[in-house]
């Protein structure tokens, strides 16, 4: 069960929800963001995240980070980095934060890429590796891991 609920997504809405609370709750210092920045930072993260989906799927590989991939994906949006749709998040989180207009809501976006790589990233390169050896090696060596 806690397979199911240990996904990025949640972790996305989790730290949505924390920059919300604290902008309500802690306010340090309040700004305004134009609504059509946040607007083009969120919806590029979307569109990021769905095209990275979509190299996956047309690959014929899992979406899931806790399974084991079926092919070594470093077409389309991996070519910019090998966590395109944590990319995506943290853009979407990025903008969801700036407008919200408080600086405490940015807290949950540094805290984002660290535990994503901690939660995800480092268990997928580990499996990448194993399953795809010098492959994966020379998509690391060439590639940005954000």
């Known amino acids: 069960m806690m397979?199911?609920?240990?996904?990025?997504?949640?972790w996305l809405l989790a730290c949505m929800f924390v920059a919300w609370f604290l902008a309500?709750?802690?306010?340090?210092?309040?700004?305004?963001?134009?609504?059509?920045?946040?607007?083009?930072?969120?919806?590029g993260g979307v569109y990021?995240?769905?095209?990275?989906?979509?190299?996956?799927?047309?690959?014929?590989?899992?979406?899931?980070?806790?399974?084991?991939?079926?092919a070594l994906v470093v077409e389309g949006p991996y070519k910019l980095n090998r966590n395109p749709i944590y990319t995506g998040m943290a853009v979407i989180l990025l903008g969801v934060a700036l407008w919200?207009?408080?600086?405490?809501?940015?807290?949950?976006?540094v805290l984002f890429p660290l535990i994503v790589t901690w939660r995800?990233?480092?268990?997928?390169?580990?499996?990448?590796?194993n399953t795809f050896g010098a492959a994966a090696e020379a998509y690391f060596a060439k590639?940005?891991?954000w």
Not at 31 to 41: H, I, K, P, Q, Y
Not at 100 to 109: R, T, Y
Not at 120 to 129: H, I, M, Q
Request: hydrophobic fraction near 45%.
């Open 3 to 10: 397979k199911k609920i240990d996904i990025p997504p949640a």
């Open 48 to 70: 990021l995240v769905l095209w990275s989906v979509v190299w996956l799927r047309k690959r014929g590989t899992t979406l899931d980070p806790h399974d084991t991939p079926s």
């Open 120 to 129: 995800f990233v480092a268990g997928e390169e580990r499996t990448l590796r």
């Open 143 to 145: 590639s940005r891991r």
């Open 24 to 43: 309500r709750v802690w306010p340090i210092y309040s700004f305004n963001v134009s609504g059509w920045v946040t607007g083009v930072l969120v919806g």
């Open 100 to 109: 919200l207009g408080e600086f405490s809501a940015l807290i949950p976006v």
